[in-house]
């Protein structure tokens, strides 16, 4: 299992929030998407972290980012974006 | 709820795996403290995410941030950083 971390900083919280709301099946339901967990900053309300744990990064590369879910995901969040997202993939220190 | 993030670059991976395992109680057995998890990064093998549940802010900050336990842990694994963390809060996004 890992860990994708993403950091997005926003232009329009509200409004990424709600194409979040909106897009989040077509992630969750991802073959080898295991959870989804979107969190907002307290200190700054424009800053996401989204948690995603996949099966492996294949999953991630293979289930998701190389089709057409993650056009459409991208689709429905980009345009909140203020910036490109840091995306990196962690696993558990036990 | 709030869940802490804190972005950890170090200088020594292993050194700071070896802190972290013995200063993590002191950390898991705050008052507050609802769950712990340490992540490493695949793209990035310095880069540690840190990922904390607590209460509220003020149980992070009171019972942790300002006591001996936080200095013990600072202490602990401070040595190996590779330069200021990044800790922020953040809240689900439901």
């Known amino acids: 299992m890992v860990l994708e971390v993403a950091l997005i900083d926003v232009t329009d919280a509200k409004g990424f929030e ?12 991802t073959e080898g998407c295991r959870s989804v967990r979107m969190t907002r900053g307290l200190e700054s309300p424009n800053r996401f972290v989204l948690l995603v744990e996949w099966d492996s990064v294949e999953a991630h ?28 993939h962690f696993t558990d220190v036990v």
Request: net charge positive.
């Open 18 to 29: 709600a194409a979040y709301r909106q897009a989040r099946p077509g992630l969750a339901g």
């Open 61 to 88: 590369e293979m289930n998701f980012r190389q089709t057409d879910r993650f056009a459409q995901w991208r689709g429905a969040i980009g345009p909140f974006f203020a910036g490109p997202p840091t995306v990196e």
